[in-house]
């Protein structure tokens, strides 16, 4: 995913020199460590080896789970979603079996999830055409950065709001 405000290629946005100081183009609204970046400008930033920078458009929802090893694996973990407040955001998490041609005959999942801002509520439900897939009830966390304040729930292809 690329969204940064250049021309140039993703790894020509960011300089870097011997002091190891980076310049880089920010999106136009970002958070980092909680802390809220204007952006739709360049800036500059002192870095090492063990700090990788990372902005976020204010009202991002990041999803976050078990990493399959392969593409048919059954994972059943606790999803995680990170939501970064600020703004009014939305994202579909898209699922299907991943070895066959069966999406086209309407054999996939995905969970649209919305965020209002202005009344700190996550909205989930099933996308239109799709139907939930195995496991038939997914366990999620949702998580409001950066203080990191959690709610718990079910999503079993039911529509879902949370609040925080």
Known sequence: MNWRLSTK??????????????????????RQRGERIEGGREINRTVDLSTLPLYVRAGAILPM??????????TDGLLAL???????GAFTLYEDDGV????????????????????RRLSLRLADGSRMRPPLERRIEGRLAPAEASRTFVFSGKPVETRW
């Not at 300089?15 to 183009?25: A, V």
């Not at 990170?82 to 009014?88: E, F, L, Q, T, V």
């Open 9 to 30: 290629t993703p790894c020509q946005n960011s300089r870097s020199n011997r002091s190891n100081r980076i310049s880089e183009i920010i999106p136009a609204i970002t």
């Open 65 to 74: 789970g078990p990493v399959p090893q392969y593409t048919d694996e059954k």
């Open 82 to 88: 990170r939501i970064d407040p600020g703004a009014d």
């Open 100 to 119: 066959s041609f069966s999406y086209r005959d309407g054999d996939w999942m995905g969970i649209t999830m919305t965020w209002d801002d202005k009344d």
